[in-house]
Nanobody, 114 residues
Framework: VQLVESGGGLVEPGGSLRLSCVVS????????MSWYRQAPGKEREPVAY????????HYHTSVKGRFAISKDDAKNTVYLQMDNLKPEDTAVYFC????????WGQGIQVTVSS
């Protein structure tokens, strides 16, 4: 099983980024997918969740209305569209696949700064 994130980088406040997580070795129709983030000196926190059927999504209150999680089962890819980014969104972002066990990507840096 492998999860590989991409799309991170440096963006100014108010800008947008789209993170991608390409998954191999498991089916997105079976596993729920989540994005987490960890800022320096802080614990890892959940940001967004999408169910295996794609019909249920949940968001951390701090990102509601700004972030959107989606997936393309045919491409085995999960996305996190991040709009109106704020400096407090700066963190390493991880994707996670969960069913009976959890698998994690290596993480990707997102920095929001002017």
């Amino acid at each position: 099983v492998q999860l590989v994130e991409s799309g991170g980088g440096l963006v100014e406040p108010g800008g947008s980024l789209r993170l991608s997580c390409v998954v191999s070795g498991l089916s997105l129709s079976t596993y729920s997918m989540s994005w987490y983030r960890q800022a320096p000196g802080k614990e890892r926190e959940p940001v967004a969740y999408i169910s295996n059927y794609g019909d249920i999504t949940h968001y951390h209150t701090s990102v509601k209305g700004r972030f959107a999680i989606s997936k393309d089962d045919a491409k085995n890819t999960v996305y996190l569209q991040m709009d109106n980014l704020k400096p407090e969104d700066t963190a390493v972002y991880f994707c996670c696949a969960r069913y009976s066990e959890a698998y994690w990507g290596q993480g990707i840096q997102v920095t929001v700064s002017s």
